[in-house]
C-alpha cells in the first residue's frame, strides 16, 4: 500500500485529465495570487527602489565574480539551509516542511501527469517519495504549531487559537498533508476515504487559493532579499544605514569627539544586548 500510486487508484473514479487540470489551476492561482500580493503591497517596487537607492551609497563597486560567490552563499545559506534561523529548532522545522513540501508538490506532479493510470506504472520511490514529503510536511508543520508557534509564556498564544490570515498559509499546509496522508492509508474503504479526499482537496485548494492574503508569496522574495542584503554590506551602502565602529579607535574618537566626552577614552563595553539570551522563539 505504502508504494502504491493512490492518484492512479483515483483515476478510476476521476478523470486523469481532470486531475491535471486541478494541478493546472492550482498553479495559475499561486501566479495570480503572487502577482496581486506584489502590485497590493507593492513590494516589487519597494524591493527595485530600495535597491536602486543603495546601489547611490555603495563606496565600492561589485565584480561580476562577487556578485557570483555573494549568490552563491545565498543559496546556500539562506535557501538550502535556511541559516537566518539562529533558533535550531526552528531552523529544522522549517527545512522539515521547506524539504517535505517541494518533494510533495513535484511527486504530485510527476504521478499525476507521468503515471496517471495502472496503465502506466510508476516506479515505487515516486508513491514512496510523496508520502515521505507529506510526512516530512506533518512532522515540521506540527512541530511548528504545538512547540515553536504555541509560546503561552511570552506571548499567551494557545495551540487553537488562530490569528485569522495569517495563520492561513501553515493551517491549509498541515490540512493537506494530513489528509493526503490519511486518504492514500484509507484506499478501498468507502465514504471515510471519500471524506479524507474531499478534506485533502479542501485545504489544498486553501492553501494555494489564498496566497493573496498568506504568507504564501514571501518565500519568492525572502532569497533576494538575502541576497540584497549580501551585496549592500559588501559594497558599504549598508542598506542606507550608519556604519558599525569600534568606539574605543582613537580616528573613531577624533570624528566623533563627544564619545570621549560622554563615555571616556575607553568606552565601556555595552554587553551582549539581544543575544545575552539563546533564540527560543521566533
Not at 545559506?77 to 539562529?86: A, D, I, N, Q
Not at 527545512?95 to 493510470?117: E, Q, R, S
Not at 489528509?179 to 478501498?188: H, N, Q
Amino acid at each position: 500500500m505504502i508504494a502504491s500510486n493512490p492518484f492512479a487508484e483515483l483515476a478510476v473514479v476521476i478523470p486523469p485529465a481532470a486531475m491535471q487540470v486541478y494541478v493546472l489551476l492550482m498553479l495559475l492561482l499561486v501566479v495570480a495570487g503572487t502577482i496581486l500580493d506584489m502590485r497590493h503591497k507593492k513590494s516589487a517596487q519597494y524591493f527595485f527602489e530600495n535597491a536602486r537607492k543603495a546601489k547611490k551609497n555603495a563606496t565600492r563597486t561589485l565584480s561580476a565574480g562577487e556578485k557570483s560567490t555573494l549568490a552563491l552563499k545565498t543559496v546556500t545559506k539562506e535557501v538550502l539551509t535556511s541559516g537566518e534561523f539562529h533558533n535550531p529548532k526552528r531552523r529544522i522545522s522549517h527545512l522539515l516542511t521547506m524539504y517535505g513540501f517541494i518533494i510533495f508538490v513535484v511527486t504530485t506532479a510527476i504521478l499525476i501527469f507521468a503515471y496517471p493510470t495502472f496503465s502506466d506504472p510508476a516506479p515505487h520511490i515516486l508513491p514512496l517519495l510523496w508520502r515521505l514529503g507529506a510526512a516530512m510536511l506533518c512532522l515540521g508543520g506540527y512541530w511548528f504549531w504545538f512547540s515553536i508557534r504555541v509560546d503561552v509564556a511570552s506571548e499567551g498564544v494557545k495551540w487553537y487559537r488562530l490569528n485569522g490570515r495569517g495563520d492561513l498559509f501553515i493551517v491549509g499546509l498541515l490540512g493537506m498533508a494530513t489528509f493526503a496522508l490519511l486518504w492514500s492509508f484509507t484506499m478501498g474503504m468507502g465514504a471515510l476515504n471519500l471524506l479524507f479526499f474531499a478534506l485533502f482537496i479542501t485545504f489544498s485548494t486553501l492553501l494555494f487559493g489564498s496566497v493573496y492574503w498568506s504568507k504564501f508569496a514571501h518565500m519568492f522574495f525572502k532569497p533576494a532579499a538575502a541576497f540584497q542584503k549580501r551585496v549592500t554590506k559588501a559594497d558599504g551602502s549598508r542598506e542606507n544605514m550608519p556604519a558599525v565602529y569600534d568606539l574605543s579607535d582613537p580616528e573613531v574618537q577624533v570624528r566623533f569627539p563627544d564619545i570621549p566626552t560622554y563615555m571616556g577614552a575607553k568606552p565601556p563595553h555595552m554587553g551582549l544586548g539581544i543575544k545575552r539570551e539563546t533564540p527560543n522563539h521566533f
